[in-house]
């Protein structure tokens, strides 16, 4: 049976297996048909002298960061991937990167990258990692064989004595050295809590820009990214920048450097304990000097000479409180005692209970009255206003204007009280109670 395809359905084909096959890609050509929209959206066409590509570079890409001004008639090349605008079912190239021809491939992938692993947020800054400031082990992924592990080596020595030193052979320059490199660091991440490791030192020595290129592949990134313990990067020189130093927790210009920075220096730390080591001998001489001095004041003291003299005294004073109470009046203790009577008495006459009852319910007949008086004053203004209304209304000139009369005015609306107002062809205007007439003066006559 033919399987009938419906247009969507075909297109959506196209695209999975456009997709599938190319991926990102490359593209050289001339510009053509350039424009720029308000959303900032680039559409441009890239051409040569057989055929032409459809091209979209979104303002996202853009704003990450695109050293080439676009225009007509430049001829670049393009880094993005081929898929199937479905809407349209045409085929076209999304850009991430645009570079005039010539600057290099290699210098276009680094951009590229950079600006893929940005924009999901790899090189924050709120992710990184301090150092630890006393490490007991440190493990070095680098070439066995390089200057720059025997620079480390003896830094660390020199430095630290008592630090442990792990190092993870790898090939750092070459085909494949990216995931050697990034499948060391993956193995310490994940036994870093075993082997006790503290820190990671990823590096090697100094060299061109291909040399160290294995160290902006995007697999040893998302290593580094990915690992267990804070990660130092050690690259080449100071002026060398690698994508592998933006996602690290820390990076160091050199791999001398990166070792200095984990291992604090063995004389600094002496002098640093010898200073602890003076306080804490002032605070104790301190300390000692105060309790000898309360010693001393102990041992001259009288008390501490003769303890039963204490003791003595203490029983004199009781002796003393005793005597009193028992020559106290016992007809003044009868006194007290009718006071007290005679105030608790007074308190149950007031009856405070009854006071604050009683100060309740004239409260609520104040209350009352307040809001009858209220009403009843609202409601007299209120016939008042009523009144006043009915009042005005048969004064008003709508009720003289029913009662059969009518208002003159003149042309500029004010109200003709004589006839010597007005002149032979003036128009007045006569309001009656249905309606208005207009009319035209012939004669204006004044007794």
């Not at 057989?50 to 670049?76: K, N």
């Not at 052979?169 to 991440?189: D, H, M, T």
């Not at 010898?274 to 009288?302: F, K, N, P, W």
């Not at 010597?420 to 205007?429: K, L, N, S």
């Amino acid at each position: 049976m033919v399987r009938i395809y419906s247009v969507s359905q075909i297109t959506r084909r196209v695209r999975d297996l456009l997709e599938s096959n190319f991926g990102l890609v490359w593209v050289e050509g001339e510009i053509s048909n350039y424009r720029k929209q308000s959303s900032g959206h680039h559409y441009f066409t890239l051409k040569d002298d057989r055929a032409q590509l459809s091209c979209v570079m979104f303002a996202r890409a853009c704003a990450a960061g695109s050293p080439t001004a676009l225009g007509d008639g430049l001829h670049v090349q393009a880094y993005g991937e081929l898929t199937v605008y479905e809407t349209r079912g045409q085929y076209q190239l999304v850009v991430t990167l645009v570079q005039t021809k010539g600057l290099g491939v290699l210098q276009a992938k680094f951009e590229a990258l950079k600006q893929k692993l940005q924009l999901e947020g790899l090189f924050d800054s709120g992710r990184k990692r301090p150092l630890p400031k006393f490490p007991t082990r440190v493990a070095v992924v680098t070439s066995p064989t390089g200057a720059a592990i025997q620079d480390m080596l003896n830094i660390l020595q020199r430095r630290s004595p008592w630090l442990r030193v792990l190092v993870c052979p790898v090939r750092v320059q070459g085909a494949g050295a990216a995931l050697e490199i990034a499948e060391a660091i993956n193995y310490l991440s994940e036994r870093a809590s075993q082997l006790a490791i503290q820190v990671l030192i990823v590096g090697r020595g100094g060299g061109s820009f291909e040399d160290l290129w294995e160290f902006n592949e995007e697999v040893l990134v998302r290593a580094i990214h990915a690992c267990s313990v804070p990660v130092i990067s050690a690259v080449g020189h100071e002026i060398d920048f690698t994508i592998a130093d933006f996602v690290a927790d820390v990076r160091a210009p050199t791999p001398s450097a990166a070792a200095e920075m984990v291992a604090p220096e063995i004389g600094a730390l002496a002098n640093h304990l010898q200073r602890l080591r003076a306080g804490l001998d002032r605070a104790i001489r301190q300390a000692l000097e105060v309790r000898r001095l309360h010693l001393r004041q102990h041992t001259v003291s009288v008390f501490l000479r003769e303890p039963l003299r204490i003791f003595q005294e203490r029983q004199q004073r009781l002796d003393q409180l005793e005597g009193r109470l028992q020559a106290f009046p016992p007809a003044m203790l009868e006194k007290l005692r009718i006071r007290v009577h005679q105030l608790d008495a007074l308190v149950q006459a007031l009856r405070p209970a009854q006071a604050i009852q009683l100060g309740r319910g004239e409260h609520q007949y104040l209350q009352n009255r307040l809001v009858t008086a209220t009403a009843a004053r609202l409601g007299s203004h209120r016939e008042r206003l009523l009144a006043a209304v009915r009042h005005l209304r048969l004064l008003g000139p709508q009720q003289t204007l029913e009662r059969g009369y009518s208002i003159t005015r003149d042309s500029r609306g004010h109200v003709i009280h004589s006839a010597a107002q007005v002149r032979p062809e003036d128009t007045i205007r006569t309001q009656t109670r249905d309606g208005e007439i207009i009319s035209a003066v012939r004669e204006a006559r004044v007794p």
